[in-house]
């Protein structure tokens, strides 16, 4: 939201930069292979928003399920939540949004475009022209541009048929603020005792007037956000413990994007908060931060947002939101680390990270989206050698065996080679050939064997069709 500083790097990750591909490459494959298309397209588009197609919304729901078995599964302090959408909105005062979620906005004067001044410095247009002072122009024209004037990025609505003040209504700019109006909800329903943290993923709004990069910044995104509560610290104004906490987070969310996603290691840092880029009641707040194809930029920040958000709740409510300690007898207002991350930002991220040419088996070009396989939008494609009467039955039975248990793709038209290479394209894991060896030819009984082929090292092993499945499950998670 503010305008940013470079803060310091923290040293550990190697900070080689290896650049990603261009993104005119990652849109053009998004859009031709059916995972992001503009929004509306067939009306001229419309700014910052984008439709995802019939893969994307497979990669998406992968990543998303990734995260919350990271975050709620596979851990015992963590729990799910779904708060509504459109709520009350003294939720937005209480939290500070309608006071504060704002940015600084400013005017070209000779052609009226706007700009978010924080952007223009932080390189969203690119170097823009300067005055004589080094005061910023318009990076269209190079006309002077007015004062900053501030501009809330809340979306509004209203609600029921009349469209007064007392009806309006905002949509959700982030997923925090259900998280804290529920804590005590959550905490006695489920007897949670601190720390324990609530999660949650779903759409946020935020009126972006920044032209977005793709899906990097648009108006509606998803997030995958976590309020974990703990003790307050003893010395409020010397809290190690939970700078230690927040630390920790930092270094469970940085290793959930290299080992879980797959991100590779060299394209990824951590960048610290300064003192005057953090929010007044903010501790501590770290980013996780790309190399994307234009430089680095935020992928998740992870903040320590002390009481901040329950006493603020509990001031304009009148209702406390307080944890009752059993041992010392007395009610306390929880801290809280906040990881937050962008859904759709890692979709764009894992595009294209996975992205990689090299030679195919003929020594030709092929484009491979090297996809964890947990992630790859299609899991394993059938194929049999050509559209042929006398493979199609069997075929069709492998496709049937195997729908239920992955994302099964079939496909028998033009040659294998093209099959294998529209598959490695949109980073399918395994293909299964079925061959005349399989169905048997010129009277001869089949083996009843398929090829597996593996997308990365591109080697075929043949196994019976009694044993793919269990051959499917070494390569291929069954989620
Ligand atoms: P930025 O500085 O890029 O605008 P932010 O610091 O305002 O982001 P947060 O409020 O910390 O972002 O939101 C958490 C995460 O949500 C971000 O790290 C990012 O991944 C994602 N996010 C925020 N705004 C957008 C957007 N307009 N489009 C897509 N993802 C977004």
Redesign the pocket.
Known sequence: ?AA?QPGALTPGLRQVPVPAPDLETIVSLAKRRGFVFPSAEIYGGFA?AYDYGPLGVELKRNIREAWWRSMVQERDDVVGLDAALITNPLVWVGSGHVANFTDPLVDCKRCQRRFRADHLEEGAYGEVPRDANGNPLCPYDGGELTEPRQFNMMFRTQVGPVADEANMAYLP??TAQGIFVNFVNVQQAMRRKLPFGIAQTRV?F?N?ITP?RF?????????M?MEYFCMPPRDRDNPTEYLALHRQWVEERLRWYIEVIGIAPERLRLRDHDRDELSHYSAATT??EYLFPWGW?????I?ARTDFDLSSHAKLSGQPLTYFDEETGQHVVPWVIEP???????LAVVLLDAYSEEPDEKGEKRVVLKFKPRLAPIKVAVLPLSKNDALRPTARRVYDMLRPLWMTQYDETQSIGRRYRRQDEIGTPCCVTIDFQTVGEDGQPGDDCVTIRDRDTQEQVRVPISGLVAALEERVPRC
């Open positions: 939201m940013r910052n700019p982030e946020s935020r972006e977005g899906i990097f910044r648009t108006l509606e995104f998803e997030q956000e980013d996780i930029g935020e992928l998740e920040g903040a937050a991350a962008g859904l759709t930002r890692t």
